[in-house]
């Protein structure tokens, strides 16, 4: 792709700092560099410049870096003007390159030109904004598995399967009167279930890096007056919700945002369910309904003193079908009992004291385990919903040409259709409508 525009952009964060840097790219860049800087700096080399403006006056100066393409980051000439970082500085000195013929970058617009000029392919473009966005040291890590190339190295090391598999499919086609069978002597059926396999473990990666990046939505949920305040202030490690024995003191939902093993939890504290004819807590109760709805994961809160009553059973009975569960049974400081892990029916049970902090430990590690999150992070690479939803149609076209393999025409058609479906993680079948999408979430300078 060759682009007639050039764009200009600041590539630092708004507002003060020691250092700013505005980023050109494309056909007018050269010119750019002469105009504002008297000459064009040496390709790849640090150059000490004054930034000047159309009657040659000072705008600022600093360090000036030159990539001719196609060896740069976006495929086109880039120049980087590394200057002092005041907003009011750049501002004058991105004026001076629109006047000058650029215009404007939109949200991630270098990173675009990289993927459509053939720099990097749709994944790793995704993964530059993973690697910004990422809230853990493990999303970082994660997040530059997939910009290095990792898993997009998987996805097409599966489509080389795949098309091979086609191969001998459309062999077949091609040659009916053989009495040769192709797909029998080349074991199809093997090397289908061998592609499932590969697929399935890139699967189990590619979920662990979409809960690093977006993370889990938990909900505390229970009675007034169970602890769910001060299990959000223990999990938190600081004190963000008010704390009393007066029962209904929650009135609105209060969001606080942990990382356990990487993983960022978004954690909601609502207010206590019960009968009630105040206004103000029903208000509260009723966006706690909705507060369940989002969540990937309840925690039910119980008194241990008293157990699971009625009106525990009844909350649950209105939980939604998909939502995971998770039984606290809070206040052993006062029940006499021991922090541990049980189950019942099924749900996971944690007995702790969110006041002592006893057990606090046990129910970290089991919201990871609800979820099937492995702290190791090894191999994990940063996901998106959009390469969830991609490999589960590859998988579910998998399952349906082993159901057809005798079928040779729609064994081939499941097999083309799984090429497609993994091409669209990398990009190469990707809708326009998508990728301005996509990119429209990068930060402009990106």
Known sequence: MLTNDTIAAIATAPGRGGVGVIRISGPATRVIAEQMLGKLPTVRMATFARFRDAAGDVLDEGIALF?????????????????????????????????LGARIAEPGEFTKRAFLNDKLDLAQAEAVADLIDASSEEAARSAMRSLRGEFSGQVRHLVDQVIHLRMLVEATLDFPEEDVDFLQTADALGKLKNIQSQLAKVRRSAKQGSILREGLHVVLVGQPNVGKSSLMNALAGEDVAIVTDIAGTTRDAIREQIHIDGVPLHIIDTAGLRETTDQVELIGIDRTWQAIEKADIALLLVDARHGLTEAEQTIMQRFPDQLRRLKVFNKIDLSGEAPCLGESNGIPVVYLSAKRGHGIDLLRAQLLAAVGFESDGQGVFMARERHLDAIRRAAEHLGEAEMQYQQIELFAEELRLTQNALNEITGEFTADDLLGEIFSRFCIGK
């Open 67 to 99: 990539f001719a393409g196609p060896n740069s980051f976006t495929g086109e000439d880039i120049l980087e003007l590394q200057g002092h970082g005041g907003p009011i500085v750049l501002r004058r000195v991105l004026a001076q390159c629109v006047g």
